[in-house]
């Protein structure tokens, strides 16, 4: 009993987690409670030395000693104050006016405007929120079909997730070992190419169902010629600089990460003051919010190293392995296997649980089979992207659904999802068959 218990550790300690996971426990404590009571359990059993646990401290260090994850407080606090100081409504109202007159043209204003509130939000429940509260009552007023109206406004706030410089990125390059600016690059052609699908299929419903997306009435439409030309670069120009000022200094290598996120932020609160909406409550409200994902993320990040460090220790990185890359199919079936592990994974679990908990595992598997991490990162990201849009689990849908008028029911929130599901997956599956769709950028002089 005691010989296969020494040999089945590493499973059993995973089976704890997933157990810990699905309970609902909180996930940083339920990590770090596995990892020091299997870490007990193996030093009784004489798997793990008791100076292995040295390791820890230095482990533990590394934490907080790492310059790369500082960009996570600076991400999320330029996004905090930029949601709250009105940029999405100005552009929503500016791209509203400039495609008003065509059917479908709200849907195509709030993917356009979704792209570029999810460059500078970095957070999916803050995307979702902002153009949920802004353009769902519009989108309503004006006759669009209600499916249609939650679905575009879940699936553009789901852009966060890919569209540089994105907080999911930046994590994923951290656990994967890479530089944060070639994950950067390798993005770049896969946010373009969801968002041409998406408008793609806003003009398939035009088409087919044009009663869905009707065009705004003529009075609605009060800005013509350069008065609506000159509002909407008032909304876009600030937005793009902004975008410039943190995604330009680091692919010319003029700053790190950090660095960048830092000038995001002195950015943003530049934006607030020019357009008279800085004031001290939104800083501290954007502050209070940083607060909290940061001491989220850290502790999640604490936990994982101690479980992490346990798991290795029992032998769980070479079970892994052998697990994952004598997978029938070789690269195919192990991406088949990930992809479907880590979709059906995300209805349970946050991003940051998921990019410090599983990704470490799949990375060194990846890695042995010849695959290139970048790309893989992306592809992760993209699938992630999909589960936060998959009902009834899907997070965009839960955010929507706590910010919606009454009048809007459950169903149709997810019946509006469907469609855009699938559209994510034909993403999925262009990454997968079209690998130059992520390295044509990273293969640039």
């Excluded at 390798?186 to 806003?202: D, E, H, K, N, R």
């Excluded at 290795?312 to 029938?328: C, F, N």
Aim: aromatic share 14%; proline share 6%.
């Amino acid at each position: 009993m005691i010989e296969l218990l020494k040999h089945n550790l590493a499973p059993l300690m995973f089976m704890g987690l997933i157990i810990g996971m699905i309970i609902g426990y909180p996930a940083a404590f339920s990590l770090a409670a596995i990892g020091l009571f299997y870490g007990l359990i193996g030093l009784q059993l004489g798997l793990i030395d008791p100076i292995y646990f040295g390791n820890l401290t230095f482990q533990l260090f590394s934490v907080i000693s790492n310059d790369l994850l500082l960009a996570i407080p600076f991400f999320t606090l330029m996004g905090a104050i930029l949601e709250r100081a009105g940029l999405a409504e100005d552009l929503l109202d500016g791209f509203g006016q400039l495609f008003g007159g065509v059917r479908g043209g709200l849907s195509y204003a709030v993917i356009v405007v979704g792209a570029i509130l999810g460059a500078i939000t970095g957070t999916v429940a803050a995307s979702v929120i902002a153009m949920g509260l802004i353009s769902l009552p519009v989108m309503m007023k004006y006759g669009y079909s209600i499916r249609h109206a939650t679905g575009v406004i879940a699936a553009s706030g789901t852009l966060t997730q890919l569209v540089p410089p994105s907080l999911v990125l930046v994590v994923l390059a951290d656990q994967l070992g890479k530089s944060v600016g070639d994950m950067y690059l390798g993005a770049i052609g896969p946010s373009m190419i969801q968002i041409a699908l998406f408008c793609f299929w806003v003009w398939v419903v035009s088409r087919i169902w044009p009663e869905a997306v009707p065009a705004l009435p003529p009075e609605a439409r009060t800005l013509r010629g350069w008065p609506l030309f000159w509002k909407c670069m008032r909304g876009m120009v600030p937005s793009l600089a902004l975008i410039f000022l943190v995604l330009g200094t680091i692919f010319m290598g003029l700053a790190t990460p950090t660095e960048a996120g830092a000038m995001g932020v002195v950015g943003a609160i530049a934006l607030a003051w020019l357009n008279g909406r800085f004031t001290w409550p939104l800083m501290i409200q954007g502050m209070e919010m940083t607060m909290r994902i940061t001491a989220m993320v850290v502790f999640i990040l604490i936990g994982s190293r101690v479980f992490s460090l346990v798991f290795q220790g029992v032998g769980g990185k070479e079970w892994i392995e052998a697990l994952l890359t004598s997978l029938p199919g070789g690269q195919v079936g192990f991406l088949i296997f990930v992809n479907l592990f880590v979709f059906v994974l995300a209805f349970f679990l946050d991003f940051f649980e998921i990019a410090f908990i599983i990704i470490p595992l799949l990375a060194p598997a990846a890695e042995k089979l010849g695959i290139d991490l970048i790309w893989f990162g992306v592809l992760l990201g993209a699938n992630m992207q999909t589960s936060f849009m998959h009902p009834p689990f899907g997070f965009a849908l839960f955010y929507l659904r706590g910010i919606a008028p009454r009048e809007v029911k459950s169903s149709d929130i997810y019946w509006g999802a469907i469609p855009w599901v699938f559209l994510q997956l034909i993403l999925c599956a262009i990454l997968i068959f079209f690998p130059k769709s992520v390295t044509y950028f990273l293969e640039k002089p």
